[in-house]
């Protein structure tokens, strides 16, 4: 096992505040502190070249989890050991086997080209020359981004930025990556790159990533398996596809019928599924085992003139889930 | 090993310089900054002497007061940290601190070579400053090869007691969050009580039994004293030693904060 989390709990001291200069007054004389648990006993396991997405609304706890595996946080209780390392001992071999990207946080220097940020890895990494200039042209290569290496950071999109960001944190090659939101607020085609980009690295060089993501379509995408926080406790681990099943087993189904068909079997069938029926056209949301059966006996009345199964969009299975995740999970 | 950590930290070092270039306004005001604190000083005394119609003040001659303070204002700036200091509190505040934390480069020293990065725009200048009051205060100061080396010595022992100073005050800030007005408390101090604008000699003696108990006279006086030849040379060594031992003892108190600091670091932002 390349990460073991084990009853792991992290909670912050933090302090309300009333609004307006009263609430100032009254908190600079007195401080009403008070415990926050964002996490509470989390148990985890990733194996070697997996890709794991991390689920959860804001505040659910995603980033503390990933600020601790990196070792940014000392955990409140709990162990976690990465490759037999202790995270937050921040041993220097051990930064050499991980980076992380923070798609809110800067991690390159401002004022300067990208390139200057690079040589300044590669000289803390000990990379050498060799690597580094192989690396770094196939990740330009990969990222598209070769004619935007020498222009000072702050000068770059969001999207070219967030390339770079990539590239500095994989030139020393680590082998478990951290992302977290490293989408957020591209466009399109900027993410799905990234998506390919990761699911490219992963096959290639077994590299391990863990993901956190608003969007559904990263996790969709890059990761089999997921882990879902909710108001820091897991919730869920395991296969993302079962996740969405488990939540919403309907699947929408669009059964097109021949001219000649007998509208009274119809409308008997009606009785038995729940269907709308429209210009020939019968329209069903209905789960899997439903669904077969009402397939059968359309299939005995006639062969459709056309017919289609469509999954139903995640996005809206996953906001009913965090809705009420106790509802969906036994 | 060796030689690739020692590429490491230079690497921090060179980044910096380029950073510092971008911005060329910025880099010639602030290194020509220093000519109006010469000026004020200068008028300032040369009144006074004027004025009151002295030859010496304690001893010091007009010539020889107005080299002390000069040399005094330029090892003042070297030592500053205002820049460096604020960005590392902006740092851990805002939770940028954690870029450096991810990587495999020691925080302190990783600082350290940004703390002389920024200042080594006034290195140069400041070089060239001094090989001019060389010439106009000719036998004033550097008196023999052995008081330029034991300067050069004392000056980098004063800036790394300063750094080790202004690192302590910076881990603060992974428990208060803002300790900005503790910086700029001690700079404004330090502007006196490190004899930046009025040689420590001037001070009661009460006062001067103090600051000779801290490592305060070492970051100012004590580099000016060996290179204008006020203290005798048998001193020069014990000078050395005991700063050497202040920068053993605050390197030991800078690693034992910044330990316990980063225990209780909260990683703000994401």
């Known amino acids: 096992m390349l990460i073991q989390v084990k009853n792991l709990s992290k909670s912050f001291k933090i302090f309300k505040r009333e609004p307006g200069i009263k609430g100032a007054f009254k908190s600079f004389l007195k401080r009403d502190y008070h415990l926050f648990h964002a996490l509470q006993n989390i148990n985890l396991n990733v194996d070697k070249g997996e890709i794991l997405g991390i689920l959860g609304e804001n505040g659910a706890g995603k980033t ?88 000072q950071v702050r000068r770059l999109s969001l999207g070219e930025r967030m390339k770079m960001e990539i590239i500095a944190a994989l030139l020393h090659q680590p082998r478990i990556v951290l992302l977290d939101e490293p989408t957020l607020g591209l466009d399109v085609i900027s993410q799905s790159k990234i998506r390919e980009f990761v699911k490219y690295h992963n096959e290639q060089y077994k ?65 038995e599924f729940d269907f709308t029926f429209k210009d020939n056209v019968i329209t069903a949301e209905l789960s899997e085992t439903i669904l077969n059966d009402l397939l059968i006996k359309l299939l005995a009345i006639s062969s459709p003139k056309t017919l289609s199964f469509e999954d139903l969009p995640v996005e809206e299975t996953l906001r009913s889930f965090f809705a009420n995740p106790t509802k969906y999970l036994k | 090993m060796v030689s690739s950590i020692a590429i490491k930290y230079f690497s921090v070092l060179r980044t910096n310089w380029i950073q510092a270039l971008e911005y060329r306004a910025n880099a010639l005001v602030g290194v020509l900054a220093i000519f109006s604190g010469l000026f004020i000083e200068y008028q300032i005394w040369d009144l006074i002497f004027k004025a009151k119609g002295y030859t010496t003040v304690k001893n010091f001659e007009f010539n020889e007061l107005i080299i002390f303070i000069f040399l005094s204002i330029i090892i003042g700036q070297l ?25 495999p480069i020691s925080y302190f020293w990783y600082h350290f070579m940004m703390f002389i990065g920024f200042n080594s725009l006034y290195y140069i200048v400041y070089s060239i400053i001094l090989f001019g009051f060389t010439i106009i205060f000719k036998g004033m100061i550097f008196h023999t090869l052995a008081s330029i080396l034991c300067f ?75 290179a204008t030849g006020i203290l005798p040379m048998e001193e020069w060594l014990s000078g050395l030693l005991m700063a050497t031992l202040w920068c053993f003892v605050l390197s030991i108190c800078s690693a034992i904060i910044y330990k316990l600091g980063i225990k209780d670091y909260e990683a703000y932002g994401s």
């Open chain 1, 64 to 151: 503390t989890l990933i600020k601790l595996i990196i070792g940014l946080l000392h955990p409140t209780s709990g162990t976690i050991s990465v490759d037999n390392y202790t995270p937050w001992e921040r041993n220097h071999d051990y930064l050499r086997q991980v980076s992380v990207v923070m798609g809110q946080k800067n991690q390159l220097w401002w004022d300067i080209p990208a390139s200057e940020s690079f040589l300044l890895n590669k000289h803390i990494y000990q990379i050498d020359n060799k690597q580094y200039d192989k690396v770094l042209s196939e990740l330009v290569e990969l990222l598209d981004i070769k004619d935007k290496l020498n222009i």
């Open chain 2, 152 to 226: 050069f010595l004392a000056l980098a022992l004063s800036i790394y007691l300063s750094y080790c100073i202004y690192f302590i005050m910076v881990c603060f800030a992974f428990w208060f969050g803002e300790v900005r007005s503790l910086v700029v408390s001690y700079n404004l101090a330090m502007l006196v009580l490190s004899g930046q604008y009025v040689p420590i000699r001037f001070f009661p003696d009460y006062i001067l039994n103090i600051i000779n108990w801290t490592p305060i006279r070492y970051l100012v006086d004590f580099p000016v004293s060996i």
């Open chain 2, 79 to 103: 030592k500053s940290s205002w820049h460096s200091s604020g960005e590392m509190i902006r740092a851990i505040r805002t939770g940028e601190i954690n870029k450096y934390l991810i990587r």
């Open chain 1, 207 to 271: 590299t391990t990533f863990v993901i956190t993501s608003h969007y559904t379509k990263d996790i969709q995408e890059m990761c089999e398996r997921v882990f879902v926080l909710n108001k820091g406790e897991q919730i869920y681990d395991g296969d993302f596809n079962n996740l969405i099943k488990s939540v919403n087993p309907k699947r929408k189904f669009i059964y097109e019928l021949p001219n000649d068909y007998d509208s009274k079997i119809i409308e008997q069938l009606n009785k």
